[in-house]
C-alpha cells in the first residue's frame, strides 16, 4: 500500500500539478546540514564532520515532452522560470541558476537529461549556512537520476552537483555540503576523508547523554560569492605550492611550524595554521567520539572557533558574541559552522541548560544591537531519498 503524503510532500504536488496541469512523477528530499567541525578544510582535501538536519528542499518532478526545464519555487512568487535545455553559465541567475547547474552538470557529463518540470519547496533558512543551496542541487540531481535512469552512484551524484555549484553558479565551494546532503544517516555524523572520499558513519545521539547540539542562527546575512571565500581557497592553493604539496592536507601537525617558516606572507602563515590544525581537530573530535566520551569534544569546538576568527578571519561580531554567550551560560563548546562571514553558530550544552544559553545569548545580542537570533535543536537526520 502506498503511504499517504505528509502535509509537507502535498503542498509541493499541488503547486507541481497546479503548475504544470499534471502530477509529479514523484518528490524526492535532500537535507541541509551543520557542520560539527572541520571547517574550510574540504577544498584543502583534508577532513570534515557533517551531519543532515530535519530542514531540507523537496522537489516534485516529472518528465516534459518540451526540450526545456520549467522550475518554480514555493518561496519565490512568480511563474515557473523557464531555461533551456542547452543553458550555459551565465544565462541563468538567482535561484534557479541552480536547478539550471544540475542539469547542465549532468548534460555535460554525457547524461541523457531530457525536458523536466520541477516544483521545489524548502525550510532550510537560506543565509544561514546550512547549506541551502547544497540541499536544492541535491533534491533536484536525486530527481533527475531516477526519472532519467541515469543510476548514477552517491558519491558521483555529490560530485556532480558540486560541480554545478563551482562551474555554473561561480561559487568554489568543498564537496563538503553535497557529500553531506546525498550520504548523511539519521543518528550519526559523516566522517569524510575529501581526498579519497572515503566515509565513515559515526553515531551521534547528544540526546542519550542529556546533552543537547544547539544551533543558533545569528540572522547576519552571510554572503560568499562576493569574492572572500574565493581569496581564501587561493590563499591555500598558493600556499600548497609554496610548500610543493598538493594540498595543505598533506602537511601534518607536527610539521606544521616548519611548514609556517617557508612561508613569506603573513597571511597565508594564518590560513595554512587554521587548515591544518583544524584536519587534526577532526581527527580529534572523531576518536572522542568513537569512545563515547561526548563532553570532551567541547573544547575542540572552541579552539576551531579561535581558530576561525584569528587565522582565517572569517567570523563577523554576531558569531563571536554569540559563542562567548553561550559559553559564559554553560556551553561545553561552541564554535561558528559553515563558511562564515555571518550565519550561524553550534554549542553542545546540557539539556537543562539550553534555554539559559539560548536567552543569554538573545541578551548579549539586544546589548550589542544586533537582530534577534534565533535557535533550534539539531538532530541527526537522514539524507536524500524518494519520498513519494
Not at 548523511?184 to 547528544?206: A, I, K, N, W
Not at 569574492?227 to 590563499?235: H, I, L, P, S, T
Amino acid at each position: 500500500m502506498t503511504p499517504e503524503p505528509t502535509a509537507e510532500i502535498s503542498s509541493v504536488s499541488t503547486a507541481f500539478t497546479e503548475a504544470f496541469g499534471r502530477r509529479p512523477n514523484g518528490v524526492w528530499a535532500a537535507p541541509g546540514r551543520v557542520n560539527v567541525i572541520g571547517e574550510h578544510t574540504d577544498y584543502n582535501d583534508g577532513f570534515v564532520l557533517p551531519m543532515a538536519l530535519p530542514h531540507g528542499v523537496r522537489a516534485a518532478a516529472g518528465r516534459s515532452r518540451h526540450a526545456r526545464v520549467r522550475v518554480l519555487s514555493l518561496q519565490e512568487p512568480g511563474a515557473p522560470v523557464t531555461v533551456e535545455l542547452d543553458a550555459r553559465p551565465g544565462d541563468v541567475t538567482g535561484w534557479a541558476a541552480y536547478v539550471a547547474g544540475v542539469v547542465w552538470s549532468l548534460r555535460t557529463a554525457g547524461y541523457d537529461v531530457g525536458g523536466v518540470d520541477l516544483a521545489v519547496d524548502g525550510d532550510v533558512p537560506a543565509g544561514a549556512g546550512l547549506s541551502s543551496s547544497a540541499a536544492l542541487e541535491c533534491s533536484v540531481a536525486c530527481a533527475l537520476n531516477e526519472l532519467f535512469g541515469l543510476g548514477i552512484e552517491p558519491v558521483d551524484l555529490a560530485r556532480l552537483a558540486q560541480r554545478a555549484e563551482n562551474d555554473f553558479v561561480g561559487m568554489p565551494c568543498g564537496v563538503m555540503d553535497q557529500m553531506a546532503s546525498v550520504n548523511c544517516r539519521e543518528g550519526h555524523v559523516l566522517f569524510l576523508d575529501t581526498r579519497s572520499m572515503v566515509t565513515e558513519q559515526v553515531p551521534f545521539d547528544p540526546a542519550s547523554r542529556g546533552r543537547t547540539l544547539l544551533v543558533i542562527d545569528t540572522h547576519a546575512p552571510h554572503r560568499l560569492v562576493d569574492g572572500e571565500y574565493a581569496k581564501r581557497r587561493a590563499a591555500c592553493e598558493a600556499a600548497a605550492a609554496t610548500l610543493g604539496v598538493a594540498a595543505l592536507r598533506d602537511v601534518a601537525l607536527d610539521e606544521l611550524d616548519t611548514a609556517l617558516a617557508r612561508l613569506d606572507d603573513a597571511t597565508q602563515r594564518r590560513r595554512v595554521r587554521h587548515v591544518v590544525s583544524e584536519n587534526a581537530r577532526v581527527e580529534d573530535v572523531v576518536r572522542t567520539l568513537r569512545t563515547g566520551e561526548l563532553d570532551e569534544i567541547g573544547p575542540l569546538l572552541t579552539a576551531s572557533h579561535a581558530s576561525l576568527r584569528d587565522d582565517y578571519e572569517v567570523t563577523v561580531g554576531e558569531l563571536d558574541t554569540a559563542v562567548e554567550a553561550a559559553l559564559s551560560a554553560g556551553a561545553l563548546g561552541a564554535r561558528m559552522t559553515g563558511g562564515g562571514f555571518g550565519g550561524c553558530v553550534i554549542a553542545l550544552v546540557p539539556r537543562d541548560r539550553a534555554d539559559t544559553v539560548v536567552e543569554a545569548v538573545r541578551a548579549a545580542f539586544s546589548d550589542a544591537g544586533y537582530a534577534e537570533p534565533s535557535a533550534f535543536t539539531a538532530v541527526p537526520a537522514p539524507g536524500a531519498r524518494r519520498l513519494f
